[in-house]
């Protein structure tokens, strides 16, 4: 149920109009949905012919000929094999050499290695163990368990110690993806709470967080995560250190201390508190006809119908950015003026303590930091992005609940952020892995190897990788 006020009202009045509206969605036909979905799959065509002995007419004996044919598409599931490749290497003397000069000239062939040295799990084994866990949400517990019923005993201790090396071999590249996200101009960034075991092995009382930090571009898209062991100011001000531009969040005042950063707020969350004050009230019209924080819902429900008939005009527009900038100045500003003035004159009457009167603190902190989305059509009125962003992470969380120490944390943010930004330029994560995994193989001393092209984006990236 959505409630908004008409073109023509005004946003002041005490009694605003209610309106229900519902939605009907045009459903897309089944088999149209199959054949996008399977457009990508390798088809294997197996013909259904009588052989020499059966192609004979039961009445004249004569042989019968082809008048026709229908097609039969069926899925099928070959279930994951895994085997072990023993490579077996040779050494080689050559014999004339050791008589003539006493030295035979040896020479060894090389068997293929591995991202890490002495491991016998293969390159792509560690990207799905780790696209398991951190794409699927799989629990190591539960992916030991789905290991034995293919008859490989390997120890969720022994995944764990994997998947911390794989981290230390990605930080590389998370290190130069950051880089990259400094360079941006706007940079949206949500944080939430991460159980981890202390030393002695106990649930640690403190909370310790994740941070997230994600770029608005539509090319070259960076989504990085970033351990911390508080919420302190002092967290975002060093990993946006060197950053300059708009840094959009919610209401938290730990963002303040960014060095050059233009604070932006975000409007879902001035919807929300509104919001939870009317969500009581819902099905009785006559109070919620009544009730001041209706209106101030209203305002931002007016917001996002503007932001909403922008994108469906002018999206496909090659200057929708120009666009947006000019039709926010016509039609956006105005809102958001007398939203603040509405905002203002309520906040002297209202309770401090009481629901409305914090929904209305709120938005008067707030609101004046929203006129910024004025000043660049690239920008965005919510942080809604940011918050899609952490929700894998939140997800996976409900399926492993903690991390065993600090180190697990912080391996978990560098692959949570190699997956997630893949994910986000429109790449198969787990091949990405093992294309990022094969390139990094054999290399000691990756400062010398050429990150450009393994970015998520990079044209050299192959194109089985990038989803179709």
């Known amino acids: 149920m959505r409630f908004e006020l008409s073109q023509n009202s005004n946003s002041k009045i005490n009694e605003p109009a209610v309106e229900e509206i519902t939605y009907k969605r045009n459903k897309p036909s089944k088999n149209s949905t199959m054949k996008d979905n399977l457009s990508n799959l390798e088809v294997i065509e197996i013909e259904h012919k ?62 293929p290695k591995n991202l890490i040295t002495k491991s016998i799990a293969s390159n792509s084994l560690l990207a799905y163990i780790l696209s398991q866990k951190y794409e699927l949400a799989i629990p190591l517990y539960r992916q030991e368990k789905c290991l034995q019923s293919l008859g490989v005993c390997l120890s969720r201790q022994t995944m764990s110690n994997r998947t911390i090396a794989c981290a230390d071999k990605l930080d590389f590249i998370y290190d130069k993806l950051r880089e990259k996200l400094l360079l941006s101009n706007y940079i949206q960034a949500d944080e ?99 009730s001041r924080s209706l209106i101030g819902f209203n305002y931002c429900e007016q917001i996002y119908e503007l932001e909403k008939d922008i994108k469906k005009n002018y999206n496909s527009n090659e200057d929708f950015y120009d666009k947006r900038y000019k039709i926010r100045l016509k039609k956006l500003k105005p809102i958001l003026d007398e939203f603040k003035c509405f905002v203002n004159e309520e906040v002297e009457n209202a309770l401090t303590k009481s629901s409305l009167g914090k929904a209305l603190e709120y938005a008067k902190e707030l609101l004046p930091n929203m006129c910024f989305i004025l000043e660049d059509g690239h920008l965005e009125i919510d942080n809604n992005a940011a918050e899609r962003a952490i929700k894998p992470f939140v997800i996976g ?54 990150f450009e092209p393994l970015m998520p984006w990079a044209n050299e990236i192959p194109r089985c990788i990038k989803k179709k």
């Open 50 to 111: 009588l052989d020499s002995s059966e192609n004979k007419c039961d009445i004249c004996h004569e042989e019968m000929q082809v008048i026709g044919s229908k097609t039969k598409d069926i899925l099928v599931y070959e279930p994951v094999k895994m085997y072990i490749e023993r490579h077996i290497t040779y050494t080689y003397a050559c014999k004339k050499c050791e008589i003539e000069s006493g030295q035979a000239n040896i020479i060894t062939t090389e068997s």
């Open 192 to 290: 939430t709470t991460l159980k981890v075991v202390d030393t002695q092995g106990k649930e640690s009382r403190s909370k310790t967080y994740m941070w997230l930090y994600k770029n608005q571009s539509c090319d070259n898209q960076i989504i990085l995560f970033d351990y911390q062991k508080t919420r302190s100011s002092y967290c975002p001000k060093k990993f946006l250190e060197g950053f300059s531009g708009y840094l959009q969040t919610d209401g938290y005042n730990g963002y303040n201390k960014v060095d050059n950063a233009t604070r932006i707020y975000c409007l879902a969350h001035i919807r929300r508190k509104f919001f939870e004050v009317i969500q009581p009230i819902l099905n009785d019209k006559e109070v919620l006809g009544r």
């Open 397 to 450: 969380r409900k399926n492993w609940l903690f991390c065993k120490n600090q180190k697990g944390a912080h391996a978990s943010a560098t692959i949570y952020s190699i997956i997630e930004t893949a994910k986000a330029n429109n790449l198969i994560a787990e091949r990405y892995l093992v294309y990022l995994f094969d390139k990094m193989t054999g290399i000691d001393d990756f400062c010398k190897l050429n």
